[in-house]
């Protein structure tokens, strides 16, 4: 079990983070990945902020994510 969350926890780099940031923005602007972010609904609780310059700031948590981990449905919060 140890292993298994240290191996999650590897893919959350910060390069991960920022490009599912730029993803996100690359949605709203042109709806690419709309099978990801539009399967997660609109965020309400959670956000994080870019350490880069961006359109958007704080970013929803659940759909960057859902883009790193390549879901759309998670179990509990």
């Given at each position: 079990m140890i292993e298994k969350k240290h191996d999650?926890?590897?893919?959350f780099t910060r390069e991960a983070i920022e490009a599912a940031m730029n993803a996100y923005d690359d949605y709203?602007?042109?709806?690419?990945?709309?099978?990801?972010?539009?399967?997660?609904?609109?965020?309400?609780?959670?956000?994080?902020?870019?350490?880069?310059?961006?359109?958007?700031?704080?970013?929803?948590?659940?759909?960057?994510?859902?883009f790193i981990r390549e879901k759309t449905v998670f179990n509990g919060g």
């Amino acid at each position: 079990m140890i292993e298994k969350k240290h191996d999650q926890a590897a893919l959350f780099t910060r390069e991960a983070i920022e490009a599912a940031m730029n993803a996100y923005d690359d949605y709203n602007q042109h709806g690419t990945r709309a099978e990801i972010f539009d399967a997660l609904g609109t965020p309400s609780d959670y956000w994080v902020r870019s350490t880069q310059s961006s359109p958007q700031s704080p970013y929803p948590t659940k759909p960057i994510v859902g883009f790193i981990r390549e879901k759309t449905v998670f179990n509990g919060g």
